[in-house]
């Protein structure tokens, strides 16, 4: 069992800022250099999730889609039309900024900003592996949950200053959306953090590595996901609802409210939003790799870490696409009922028995 | 380096970022004003009354239970890290830290039964849905 192993202490990992200060010399210059170095590295990890959505939001998107509904998607521009990323870059930036008349200005210019920026930072505590991990804070876990939680603010920003009627009730639903959601969340989060005792995530990733069972010679690894496969699915269901895609994605509904919040935006507005929910969905993807599936563990050499936790984020986030191909959308009433009356309940019920089963075994 | 300024330096990044792609946007993108063009969109009908009415935001319970139970989470997550700790020692035995824990959720949960039953935790009915007797299909 994954309890009673004693864990490694914390700051034993070299973070990121540490190993480019080396690698490029600067922590011998004092203080400067190591801002110089973190500040390399943040730009680093940004710029891996830009590129990232970059792939995934023009093309990855288009290609799974269309896979599914039988047709061929993308496939001029370049080796299986991957140019298109930097064609829709383009084409999308230079598009004429048309702000509604009554735009209430400044909220209405910071909410792209807000919901770009605040998921991009959660990444700072995720575990990357090779190495690729920023910061690592005790409250690890509580930080990324708390910012995750910001995105919801630009949402409201973006709902109420457009304006337009169908703004407005796509900020109002999302925000309906995420306090039904993150409630089960967070509290599903939480019964990982009675098996791993720490909040870290350097922690909680490390406490996974050990071996839940080995199968004629094949070691199978304590994931979370493997220990306590009903807090995965509830956790899974929950950041479905959390990050607006299907079958939870009332707050933008194409046929019902045209495009929710985001309908009065344009040109790059539109594409930090845009952006801004696709990094959504990798941060998500993150959490679930990092706290149920051994973030960058997997077979092989250390050093691949990075393309372990990629095909993991990767896979969450092939799923949700699957289920926008596969699964109808659920009624904002019934969005807000199985939040409150189901997976609030069951995420209660997940961590009383976790908490019970772990103090009996222990 | 502290972890809180490698986080402060990711959060320049992430605004770093959508402002670098803004002043590249600024500078490819044309600017041809047109009568109407700024209408707010309706559909592409002629927009009628405005946008800030009064409005049955259908949740004011749902949000009050909310943060109930959000402020719960942040007085659970201190006795979930040190939950496995407290197990293992022998100082205390497993009533003591599991009792209290279950006690708390377990008025929470009378709570949530109460606004369960009161119906605060359904998306309400208009008036008019409700006299009819066509409920929520």
Redesign the interface.
Known sequence: MV??VTLPLQGDTV????RI?ELTGLDQFGVGG??L???L???I???IM?AMTGVAGPWAKRKITAAFTDRIAVNRLGPAGLLIIVADS?RL??????????ADRPAYDLA??VI???A??G???IPMGSGIH????EVGL??VFAVAGIASIGLVMAGYA???????LGG?RA??QN??Y??PL??TG??V???????QMSTIVDAQAQTLVSLGGLDIPAWYALVNPFAFVLFLVANFAEVGRNPFDTPEAPTEI?AGYQ??YS??YF??IY?GEFIHIFLGGAIIATIFLGGPAGPGPAELGIVWFIIKIWGVFFLTQWLRSAVPRV???QL??IG??GL??LS?AN??IT??I???I? | ?N?????G???????L???G??A???L?????PETS???????GEVPTG???IR?N???YM??L??VV??IE?VL??PW??????A??SDAVS?LE??GP??LF?AI??VG?AWA?RTGA???AQTPSQATSGSD?Q
């Open positions: 309890s009673g973070l990121l800022p540490e200060g190591e801002l170095a973190t500040f590295a943040a730009f990890v940004g710029n830009l383009v930036l230079s598009k004429e900024l048309i702000i509604p008349e009554d792209p900003l770009a920026s605040s991009l930072l990444f700072a505590v920023l910061a690592d804070p509580a930080f457009s304006a337009n009627k169908y703004s407005m109002l925000v309906a306090v039904a993150e409630i967070v509290v939480m019964s953090v009675i098996f791993a005792g720490s909040l045209v309908t009065e040109s790059v594409v930090l952006l009624r904002i009433d807000i009922e409150w009356k609030l309940v209660f961590l009383v908490a019970v772990v103090g009996l222990a | 380096m972890d809180w300024i490698a986080i330096a990711l959060a320049l990044v992430g605004l970022i959508p402002l792609m803004m590249v946007s600024y490819l993108r044309p600017s041809v063009k700024r209408a707010t969109y309706e559909s405005g946008t800030r409005f935001i259908q949740y749902v949000a239970l909310f139970f959000d989470t659970l997550f979930a890290v040190v939950y496995l700790d197990v293992e497993l830290i599991l824990m279950l959720v929470l949960m949530l369960w935790v359904q998306w929520r």
